[in-house]
């Protein structure tokens, strides 16, 4: 099976406290950590595994800049064949369905069997997985936590739904996928692996190299933009306790008995 | 504008709390509409589910089809575009259905789309202001979408608060005739239910409830040091199960469990909607995160600011000291 997962570098929100620039405009990005979107990483896992037992080729694709080959390249050392960035100064400041739009065209100009995104970016809205399928007429299924590959027709997916239930269908390829985190374990990556694909070199795509019209993506396109970022004022807010560790220790102890707690 | 039309939800023919929101978040984008509901099913459980939305929207347009009698969103998407007219704004609720939904709809229907809607600002223009979340609820932005051909939302659980009172009297309008044959490459077949587990943290009524902070699989038995000590049970959220530290039976939250405790202590836990959304009955939350910032804290009763992997220790030391003594 040719799969394709579509990957995003995001900031890891794990490693980093977000501040806002001063214009409130931003996040305050100069000295965040980036790594690969969680689920997108996932996904990539899922592809691999397909193609191990079925045979085929992952490839990966990133619209963004070329700070975005990055995790690229991290995803190829773990065994994606191929990777593709997706780079235009028209593709900037795209909404949703811009991001969606381009990667379409990529799809167009090759054959997937299947194409995996993660369900939801860090600083995204849970929505181009959705729309790629929509614009490729592909049928979708999002929230994934299980696939297994019936022939090549077909897949068995199971869906996460409330409770930790899940919804079992089937699904005619080609489709599109949206993966949730859990559903593997993705394989650990270490520097050797990455100094090994170091120098795979990785195509650039622009606008006229995919056939995007440029009115349909980037701010030209773009139907729905972030004004600013802000911080909204607590709520009721904790009752922060400022003693020393000991103190708090006793505090807490203490609350927690007074509401019943505490054998 | 065009006409704002909110998707109902329903199980068992009943319509999910969710119907009531869309009501309210239609209200405020534009005070003068009067949104419809859209609902889609078969038998009797779509009749009746009709009829208790008719109780809140002036007019239900109902789509009965036998092949919609669960709601595949790819099929639902299939029916909704044939009668939604150009234009029009349709609220979905932001859950696993509206996940599905949304944006694939938005696209069919030509119109923006605008995930997990917190609240909306302002309509001015042809424009909406919308607040949404963004890397889990650290940060939150506003959004502008542009409403000139149409739009599809999502709008987020709890956050439309319902007024009480306000009934209509609504007509049901049967839309089911302008659907023609459904087909989707993608078939429901079962839903397979959740494994329940060697712990039931839905009974327990202290819940010791770990994040990704704990960092480690090897630190999980802090956590149930101190549980047993407190008399609790651990909980957790999702990336502790992704991991596979602990079984999904632990997981607090929309794709996990529902709890009710007394008292729940959230450790390293950053406080995502996903995750409060499984903590029901107003329990007594007490917070510890080495992040002073973490939205946790703008939930919990009491918050501290400190390293879960010597705060809990301590802890369980200082209760074994008083068991003794
Ligand atoms: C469709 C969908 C469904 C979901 N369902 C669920 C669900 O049911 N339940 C759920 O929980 N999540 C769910 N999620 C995921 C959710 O969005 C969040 O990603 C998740 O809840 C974050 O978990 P966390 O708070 O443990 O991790 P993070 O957000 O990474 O937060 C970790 C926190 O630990 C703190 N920390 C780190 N180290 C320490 C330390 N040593 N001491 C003290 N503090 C420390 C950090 O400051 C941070 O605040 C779902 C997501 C999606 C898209
Ligand atoms: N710029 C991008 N390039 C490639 N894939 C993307 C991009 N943005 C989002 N995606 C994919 O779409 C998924 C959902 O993102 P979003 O809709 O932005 O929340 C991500 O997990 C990625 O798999």
Redesign the pocket.
């Known amino acids: 099976m040719e799969i394709l997962v579509?990957?995003?570098r995001v900031p890891d929100t794990s490693e980093n406290e977000l501040q806002l620039n001063t214009g409130g405009n931003d996040i305050e990005r100069d000295d965040l950590v980036y790594s690969i979107?969680e689920?997108?990483n996932y996904?990539v896992e899922e592809a691999l595994q397909i193609v191990a037992r079925t045979g085929g080729n992952v490839t990966v694709?990133?619209?963004?800049g070329e700070d975005d080959e990055e995790v690229l390249r991290r995803e190829m050392a773990m065994g994606a064949k191929q990777g593709v960035l997706l780079s235009d100064e028209a593709f900037n400041g795209s909404d949703?369905k811009g991001?969606a739009t381009i990667?379409k065209s990529y799809v167009e100009k090759n054959h997937y069997d299947l194409i995996l995104?993660?369900?939801?970016?860090d600083d995204?809205?849970?929505?181009?997985?959705g729309m790629l399928a929509a614009l490729l007429d592909y049928p979708f299924a999002s929230l994934v936590n299980s696939i297994e590959v019936v022939d090549g027709q077909k897949l068995r997916i199971g869906r996460e739904i409330e409770g930790g239930n899940k919804e079992v269908n089937e699904i005619d390829l080609p489709c599109v996928l949206?993966i949730q985190t859990g559903i593997n374990e993705p394989r650990y990556v270490g520097m050797k692996g990455i100094r090994q694909v170091a120098s795979i070199e990785i195509p650039a795509l622009s606008a006229s190299d995919l056939g995007v019209a440029e009115a349909t993506v980037g701010e030209a396109g773009a139907k729905v933009t972030r004004i600013d970022y802000f911080v909204p004022a607590l709520g009721k807010g904790a009752e922060i306790l400022q003693g020393g560790r000991e103190e708090n220790v006793e505090k807490v102890i203490e609350l927690v008995k007074a509401r019943g707690g505490v054998n | 504008m065009g006409r704002i039309f909110a998707y109902i939800t329903h199980k068992n023919g009943v319509a999910d709390d969710s119907a009531l929101e869309l009501a309210m978040a239609a209200r405020k984008i534009d005070p003068s509409a009067s949104p419809t509901a859209l609902i889609t099913g078969w038998g009797s459980a779509i009749d009746a589910a009709s009829a208790s939305v008719a109780s809140s929207y002036a007019e239900v347009w109902k789509i009965s089809n036998e092949k919609l009698a669960y709601p595949n969103a790819e099929l639902v998407r299939k029916a909704l575009v044939q009668v939604v007219p150009a234009g029009s704004i349709v609220l979905v609720p932001h859950d696993h259905f509206g996940i599905d939904l949304g944006p694939g709809l938005s696209v069919r229907l030509n119109a923006a789309f605008v995930s997990d809607v917190l609240a909306v600002d302002a309509t001015e223009g042809g424009f909406l202001r919308a607040v949404r979340q963004e890397f889990g609820g650290q940060v939150s932005a506003h959004v502008r979408c542009d409403l000139s051909s149409g739009a599809v939302i999502t709008i987020r659980p709890g956050a439309f608060k319902v007024p009480a009172g306000a009934t209509q009297n609504g007509t049901i309008v049967d839309k089911s005739a302008e659907i023609g044959a459904l087909e989707s490459g993608r078939r429901y077949i079962e839903t397979i239910a959740a494994e329940s587990g060697d712990v039931d943290i839905t009974r327990h009524p202290i819940l010791v409830s770990i994040g990704r902070g704990i960092q480690d699989k090897d630190n999980i038995a802090i956590a149930e040091e101190l549980a047993v000590a407190l008399g609790a049970a651990v909980s957790c959220s999702r990336p502790v199960v992704d991991a596979k530290w602990l079984p999904k039976s632990r997981q607090v939250g929309s794709s996990g469990q529902t709890v009710k405790p007394k008292v729940y202590l959230a450790c390293g836990i950053s406080g995502s909607f996903q995750h409060l959304a499984g903590i029901k009955g107003n329990p007594f939350i007490v917070a510890i995160n080495k992040n002073p910032k973490a939205p946790i804290f703008q939930v919990a009763d009491v918050g501290i600011v400190d390293d879960i992997l010597e705060f809990l220790p301590e802890m369980t030391d200082k209760l074994k000291q008083v068991a003794v003594g």
């Open positions: 579509c990957i995003k979107n689920p997108d996904a694709a990133t619209v963004g949703g991001i990667l995104t993660g369900v939801q970016a995204g809205a849970a929505q181009v997985g949206s």
